[in-house]
């Protein structure tokens, strides 16, 4: 295949090297024996006789890619010739004008040029459609030949021929076939007719009228006027040498032209109608899908189905440049939709643990659920085994990107820590509260939490959510899912959950903020290998203070701080009876007059207790990762 195409490139390669020479400039002058050669090849510009025997010299344009004798379409001096052929030549003056001057200086020739005497520098160019153009240095049009035409209307001229009942340009025929001076016959409008007309005159009188035009009326090219008196049409350049071509050949190239767009609208028309009706098709598919799931309060959830190739050319089929983060279920891609939308497409791997039920559950329950501190989901994907959801964009990724990354951490002053933990405990309490069934996280963490560009918390990942009914206050499941250190004592060594398995996360959230500690980190003090108990002691101690982060320390509100500490070990207390409602934390929070119970001593729960998974961590935007674990209950 490749062998077909190496004859075009040489060809191409040798063109580079016979590029024409198409502009005259001060410093280039033309004249005789030179001419200027359109950069296609098919028009000239030099000096000519019309006959041997003529020593008579005119300046000239003519077809320079037929074969035959030259065919000559535009003379400058025709009235004026050059005796001496040696004399002639056409220079850019200093002032932007085009002279035609021979070896006396006599003027034979000029343009009329109105512009300002400060614009110099001005260049002529010969163009691909015949026009000669004199152009300033920033591209303006001074001066062409199309708006001076001798007797040849050229394909893509414009001719003005009359205005408001004036005749304003006129064609005017050589004298004889080998003398280009001006002849007796001109094409013009009749300024003196009430319905302006085209007409061809000899001399004064009229002699034929051709064809009725409009006010203001523009003939487009393709005509020229022969030295009896007709108007000739041409169909193409070749056309007056060959001043017999067949209308066949004219007609049969253009309706194959015709049919081949015709073919190329039907075939596109029918891709389209195709894919359109694919999309339909999978979208009300995708519909039947969630049939089963897609009550929430009563209720139907409405879906937003977003095509696999949308996605592709979102994310540029998902490159590595793209990439958010990634965790035990998929990756996370930045993508920008149609109408330049920014989003987060999470693309579940395809050995994710994260099953069908998982995924369903996740686009039901987020696709209902508004609120400010959840994240929104604007769409999915299900594509043969790829299972893609579509959320809002995020700018400043996920809470961990800042908490524990030692150059980042800076960016979170008490202040917006202190906004970060409210508002998480806000969009908890919708979750169990507020909102039409009670929702259980079962997944909260650092990861998690995703931050607008205003800082502002979004819980996210509800792919381990569970439902509770009105009379529901816990469940237990076989299958334990969660990451480690946040999952409460009874749900990862029993399979129980209830809203206060939330309250536990948000616990240990709430100790990680002040810290700036990571529950599973290394970086623990000396004989305290869980941040829990390390929140424990220095507290139990009257030490809270060596729990906060330093780089807070000096300027956060102390006793906020401490505040939060105590509510934090409030939250993670071993029996989930003793742990506060969401509703009370919030109270706790926010009211520094309100009473704190004193908090049980929590009881370290050992990684020795549970079997190492597969990771997971479906939503979570940071390359910093966390580990978690999928523990079967005793």
């Not at 035009?213 to 350049?237: K, M």
Request: proline content about 5%.
């Amino acid at each position: 295949m490749a062998m077909r195409y190496i004859p075009i490139f040489f060809l191409l390669f040798l063109s580079s090297f016979c590029k024409s020479d198409d502009q005259l400039t001060q410093a280039k002058p033309l004249t005789h024996g030179h001419t200027l050669i359109s950069e296609t090849g098919d028009f000239a510009l030099g000096f000519f006789s019309p006959t041997t025997s003529n020593r008579s010299f005119y300046l000239g344009i003519w077809y320079h890619s037929l074969p035959g004798p030259r065919t000559v379409v535009w003379v400058a001096n025709r009235d004026n010739p050059i005796t001496n052929p040696s004399s002639g030549t056409l220079t850019v003056t200093s002032n932007s004008s085009l002279v035609l001057s021979d070896s006396s200086g006599r003027n034979i020739w000029m343009t009329a040029s109105n512009i300002p005497a400060r614009v110099s520098r001005a260049h002529a160019v010969l163009l691909n459609s015949g026009n000669f153009v004199l152009r300033s240095p920033n591209g303006a049009d001074i001066w062409q030949s199309f708006d001076h035409p001798t007797d040849t209307m050229l394909p893509t001229m414009r001719f003005l021929a009359s205005y408001k009942a004036q005749v304003v340009g006129r064609f005017i025929a050589w004298k004889g076939p080998h003398d280009p001076s001006s002849g007796n016959f001109s094409l013009s409008s009749d300024p003196s007719s009430p319905t302006p007309q085209l007409i061809i005159w000899h001399g004064t009188k009229p002699y034929c009228r051709t064809t009725v035009l409009n006010e203001a009326s523009v003939i487009y090219g393709g005509t020229y006027l022969s030295n009896t008196g007709s108007v000739l049409y041409e169909a193409n350049i070749n056309s007056r040498v060959d001043k017999k071509i067949s209308s066949v050949k004219i007609v049969l190239p253009i309706v194959a032209f015709l049919l081949l767009l015709t073919c190329i609208a039907l075939v596109w028309m029918y891709k389209c109608r195709g894919k359109r009706q694919r999309r339909e098709n999978q979208n009300a598919l995708m519909q039947g899908y969630f049939s089963t799931s897609n009550r929430l309060g009563g209720e139907s959830t409405e879906f937003l189905f977003v095509s696999y190739e949308d996605i592709l050319s979102a994310t540029n089929f998902f490159a590595d440049s793209n990439l958010l983060g990634r965790g035990g279920f998929g990756k996370v891609y930045k993508g920008t939709l149609k109408g330049g939308n920014e989003v987060a497409v999470k693309r579940l791997s395809k050995g994710s643990k994260q099953g069908i039920e998982e995924f369903k559950n996740e686009v039901v329950l987020i696709a209902k659920l508004q609120h400010k501190n959840l994240v929104r989901l604007l769409g999915f994907c299900i594509q043969e085994d790829e299972k893609l959801l579509i959320y809002e964009y995020l700018p400043n990724k996920s809470l961990d990107a800042f908490l524990f990354d030692a150059a980042q951490k800076h960016v979170l002053d008490w202040l917006t820590r202190f906004k970060i933990i409210k508002g998480v405990a806000r969009g908890l309490l919708y979750l169990h509260q507020d909102s039409r069934l009670t929702i259980i996280h079962r997944d909260l963490k650092a990861s998690n939490i995703l931050l607008d560009t205003e800082m502002t918390p979004k819980i996210s990942d509800f792919g381990m959510a569970r439902i509770f009914g009105a009379n529901q206050n816990h469940a237990n499941t076989t299958r334990v899912a969660g990451t480690y250190g946040y999952m409460s004592p009874e749900y990862a060594i029993g399979g129980a959950f209830s809203v206060k398995s939330d309250t536990y996360g948000f616990g240990v959230l709430l100790l990680e903020i002040v810290s700036g500690l990571n529950i599973s980190s290394p970086q623990h003090k000396t004989n305290f290998c869980s941040l829990i108990t390390y929140a424990w002691r220095v507290w139990e101690d009257g030490n809270a203070t060596e729990l906060v982060d330093s780089s807070i320390l000096p300027s956060c509100a102390l006793q906020e701080v401490l505040r939060c500490i105590h509510v934090g070990l409030l939250c993670v207390q071993d029996h989930p009876d003793d742990r506060p409602l969401m509703s009370a934390v919030m109270f706790m929070i926010e009211n520094e007059s309100a009473l704190l119970p004193t908090p049980k001593q929590p009881v370290y729960f050992s990684p020795s207790k549970c079997d190492d998974g597969e990771a997971r961590d479906s939503m979570n935007y940071s390359v910093n990762v966390m580990s978690s674990t999928t523990v079967e209950g005793r």
